[in-house]
């Protein structure tokens, strides 16, 4: 299926070009998810940069809605625009990230005031059970594929940021983005039972 139109939609103007997309895309066809993101990222990242306020959050948050909608692939095209869902999901995203600013703000007041009071030193336990964690998570992190391993040592171990990593590893952004959330999971799981 051959479709062309990258002008962006106005709610019920081309509802048949965004199923006929959104179809092709469930096919397996990313250049569809291409289009539908030449249609709708501009939206997006306008509802989240006015929510966010923070242009690289915004810039986040449009890679991780064109993300959900291709992963996912939720939208129902029979029950309303795809801009008035991504524009929902959108807000929706976006309202949760202000929360969890919100939780980490306290959340770094709460260590901030933990750090100015003087820390013990640590017992001989406290020091094996740091030792033992450390080699637990090189042990998980050797388990992930190298693509993922490498973006997580550069942003964690080098403190890179992640447009740093795709300069320094010469590949997209968007996909340094994909690995790194990747890596993250398949970590987690690697780590469950330290973890829980």
Request: hydrophobic letters at 35%; glycine letters at 4%.
């Amino acid at each position: 299926m051959e479709i062309n139109a990258v002008e962006p939609a106005i709610d019920g103007q081309e509802p048949a070009i965004d199923a006929a997309l959104v179809g092709a895309m469930r096919q397996g066809e990313s250049s569809a998810l291409g289009k539908l993101y030449d249609r709708y990222s501009s939206l997006v990242y306008r509802l989240a940069l006015r929510i966010l306020a923070s242009p690289p959050e915004a810039e986040d948050l449009t890679q991780e809605i064109f993300l959900n909608l291709w992963h996912n692939q939720t939208y129902d095209p029979r029950r309303g625009s795809l801009s008035s869902y991504l524009t929902t999901l959108t807000r929706s995203r976006a309202i949760d990230k202000l929360r969890s600013r919100t939780t980490q703000g306290k959340f770094l007041q709460r260590w901030s005031q933990a750090l100015t009071t003087a820390p013990s030193p640590p017992s001989p336990f406290d020091l094996a059970s740091l030792e033992q964690r450390s080699t637990e998570i090189h042990q998980a992190l050797s388990l992930l594929a190298d693509k993922h391993r490498q973006v997580l040592e550069l942003a964690y171990y080098e403190g890179l940021s992640q447009s740093e990593i795709a300069a320094r590893l010469k590949t997209p952004l968007g996909t340094v983005k994909s690995w790194s959330r990747q890596g993250l999971l398949q970590l987690r799981k690697n780590l469950k039972d330290v973890i829980s």
